[in-house]
């Protein structure tokens, strides 16, 4: 079992930055794809980007160029870096550890992004 805690969103001009953290309690932090995702009201859920344990990562191609996920295995924690916001990043950014057939969330972390 994996409990993800995401922190870091808040309010910020387009043009700016932000750092979401996903914080994992458990186990084998190491061995999971680590994932952020996107909720926009009513839209779905969108895959933003991901790292794997390897740490190749990928990403949608909205976000290429403005976003890196990183990750640090010795503190189980997860990152997103986020710069050149536009008003259309506005929503809800959840992590996800994922494994084999296990799948875990966070609760989310908004970011709105707005003049």
């Known amino acids: 079992q994996v409990q993800l805690v995401e922190s870091g969103g808040g309010l910020v001009q387009p043009g700016g930055s932000l750092r979401l953290s996903c914080a994992a309690s458990?186990?084998?932090?190491?061995?999971?794809?680590m994932g952020w995702y996107r909720q926009a009201p009513g839209k779905q859920r969108e895959l933003v980007g991901a790292i794997t344990s390897g740490e190749n990562t990928n990403y949608a191609d909205s976000v290429k160029g403005r976003f890196t996920i990183s990750r640090d295995n010795a503190k189980n924690t997860v990152y997103l870096q986020m710069n050149s916001l536009k008003p259309e990043d506005t929503a809800v950014y959840y992590c996800?550890?994922?494994?084999?057939?296990?799948?875990?969330w966070g609760q989310g972390t908004q970011v709105t992004v707005s003049s």
């Open positions: 996800n550890a994922k494994w084999r057939f296990s799948s875990y």
């Open positions: 458990g186990s084998n932090f190491g061995i999971y794809t």
